[in-house]
């Protein structure tokens, strides 16, 4: 089979790009953008592979879209290209609504116009796979609840608005036109080559700088967090042996409210890299906090880091997934626990400081120095 792979240059399309080329016989294509988010160097183990390719395309660009169809004749298309940060959608949500919603109506359309073109069996075989996200289903007010594949779409910010609009374009898709669709709502991924905007890898390295560990609000908002590994498994189970027309919710059943994820990630890095006692530069960058506390003390742990921030306007306070449909149908489970998948992916930032350096562009400088600024270190 070869797969058409949208957004293969990103955090969890690399995952997927890696796990097909080690672990299947399957070719790949993957187009993507190659915007600040998108980085070929998380494909270096894979990109010399035969069943490799990849074309720099913008998904909103139609004709663009259809030569790649013609030229290299996929048998399905694991749409995963987004924009993807909840506060990048906050700050300016009009790529959202350009790649998001535009992008997916405009590779709907190069994918219709291919899909019809094939002869019979090609094109029963065919299949359509997009990829979204549990923050359609918006907030889960009950403690006890869990979002199935039912739950009505009730999303809060422009990322998820954008992504709740995919989801109806490519079921009408299917329903208007029969394309042979499936769709997958998955949790919070974390693990490695994880863009540093997002709160595990941005506390990550904002501890091995000594900076101050930002806490949006009080900390209390809650994740269901799935190690990304375990989503590029469940994702190729999905497009290989799923039911056409289904939708599968896929989840870690590690539900952990942000300061406790925090904690987790602290505690093993006074483990794995013990803090030193700050001098001279480190200094500087931590002079938010108490002076008395860090000037004159040495340090014994990286929570001590920890500060409390102005709360993200619209700010979700729970997600959980009830991922038994995945599990019972097809036989999808996570071999990663919290623990052990925290514990990888922290070991893996600390051996790639040379991944990390290159991702931190001066594009993604700017984006922390105005996203954190503004939250003024208030809660
Ligand atoms: P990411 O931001 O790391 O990567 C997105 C990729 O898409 C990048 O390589 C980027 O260059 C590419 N891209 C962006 N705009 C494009 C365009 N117009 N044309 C072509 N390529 C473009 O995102 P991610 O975290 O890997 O998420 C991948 C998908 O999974 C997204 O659809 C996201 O909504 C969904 N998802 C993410 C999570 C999560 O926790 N990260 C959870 C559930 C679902
Ligand atoms: P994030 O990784 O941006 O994913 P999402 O918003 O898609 O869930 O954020 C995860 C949680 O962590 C979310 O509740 C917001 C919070 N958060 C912080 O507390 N501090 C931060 O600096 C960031 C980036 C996020």
């Given at each position: 089979?070869?797969?058409?792979?949208?957004?293969?240059?990103?955090?969890?399309?690399?995952?997927?790009?890696?796990?097909?080329?080690?672990?299947?016989?399957?070719?790949?294509?993957?187009?993507?953008?190659?915007?600040?988010?998108?980085?070929?160097?998380?494909?270096?183990?894979?990109?010399?592979?035969?069943?490799?390719?990849?074309?720099?395309?913008?998904?909103?660009?139609?004709?663009?879209?259809?030569?790649?169809?013609?030229?290299?004749?996929?048998?399905?298309?694991?749409?995963?290209?987004?924009?993807?940060?909840?506060?990048?959608?906050?700050?300016?949500?009009?790529?959202?609504?350009?790649?998001?919603?535009?992008?997916?109506?405009?590779?709907?359309?190069?994918?219709?116009?291919?899909?019809?073109?094939?002869?019979?069996?090609?094109?029963?075989?065919?299949?359509?796979?997009?990829?979204?996200?549990?923050?359609?289903?918006?907030?889960?007010?009950?403690?006890?609840?869990?979002?199935?594949?039912?739950?009505?779409?009730?999303?809060?910010?422009?990322?998820?608005?954008?992504?709740?609009?995919?989801?109806?374009?490519?079921?009408?898709?299917?329903?208007?036109?029969?394309?042979?669709?499936?769709?997958?709502?998955?949790?919070?991924?974390?693990?490695?080559?994880?863009?540093?905007?997002?709160?595990?890898?941005?506390?990550?390295?904002?501890?091995?700088?000594?900076?101050?560990?930002?806490?949006?609000?009080?900390?209390?908002?809650?994740?269901?967090?799935?190690?990304?590994?375990?989503?590029?498994?469940?994702?190729y189970k999905v497009v290989t042996e799923g039911v056409v027309g289904e939708t599968y919710n896929i989840g870690g059943h590690n539900e952990k409210q942000n300061i406790e994820v925090v904690h987790a990630l602290c505690e093993l890095l006074d483990e794995l890299r013990p803090?030193?006692?700050?001098?001279?530069?480190?200094?500087?960058?931590?002079?938010?906090?108490?002076?008395?506390?860090?000037?004159?003390?040495?340090?014994?742990?990286?929570?001590?880091?920890?500060?409390?921030?102005?709360?993200?306007?619209?700010?979700?306070?729970?997600?959980?997934?009830?991922?038994?449909?995945?599990?019972?149908?097809?036989?999808?489970?996570?071999?990663?626990?919290f623990e052990s998948g925290i514990r990888k992916t922290v070991e893996w930032y600390l051996g790639h400081a040379d991944w990390v350096e290159r991702v931190k562009?001066?594009?993604?400088?700017?984006?922390?120095?105005?996203?954190?600024?503004?939250?003024?270190?208030?809660?």
């Open positions: 089979m070869k797969i058409l792979v949208t957004g293969g240059a990103g955090f969890i399309g690399s995952a997927v790009i890696r796990h097909i080329i080690d672990s299947t016989a399957d070719s790949v294509v993957n187009l993507d953008k190659l915007t600040y988010a998108g980085n070929l160097e998380s494909l270096l183990d894979v990109s010399d592979s035969e069943r490799y390719a990849f074309e720099q395309v913008d998904i909103c660009d139609s004709m663009a879209l259809q030569r790649v169809f013609q030229e290299h004749q996929p048998d399905a298309v694991m749409h995963l290209a987004a924009e993807s940060h909840v506060d990048r959608s906050i700050d300016g949500p009009a790529t959202f609504i350009e790649t998001n919603i535009v992008g997916t109506y405009t590779l709907l359309e190069a994918t219709r116009q291919y899909w019809q073109g094939l002869e019979t069996a090609r094109k029963a075989a065919f299949r359509f796979h997009h990829i979204s996200t549990d923050e359609v289903y918006g907030d889960l007010e009950d403690p006890e609840a869990l979002f199935t594949e039912t739950t009505p779409y009730a999303p809060s910010s422009p990322y998820s608005a954008s992504k709740a609009s995919s989801d109806h374009l490519v079921r009408a898709w299917s329903r208007t036109y029969g394309l042979p669709m499936l769709i997958t709502n998955c949790s919070n991924n974390y693990g490695p080559y994880h863009f540093p905007e997002k709160l595990i890898p941005l506390i990550i390295l904002n501890a091995l700088e000594g900076k101050p560990l930002p806490v949006y609000g009080k900390g209390n908002q809650v994740r269901d967090w799935l190690y990304v590994e375990d989503h590029a498994r469940a994702l803090m030193q006692t700050p001098v001279g530069a480190s200094l500087l960058a931590i002079n938010d906090l108490a002076d008395a506390q860090i000037k004159h003390q040495p340090m014994r742990s990286y929570k001590e880091l920890i500060t409390h921030v102005q709360d993200r306007p619209g700010h979700d306070l729970r997600y959980a997934i009830d991922a038994s449909k995945i599990q019972r149908e097809l036989n999808w489970t996570p071999v990663e626990t562009s001066g594009a993604y400088q700017l984006w922390l120095d105005k996203n954190y600024a503004r939250r003024n270190d208030k809660p």
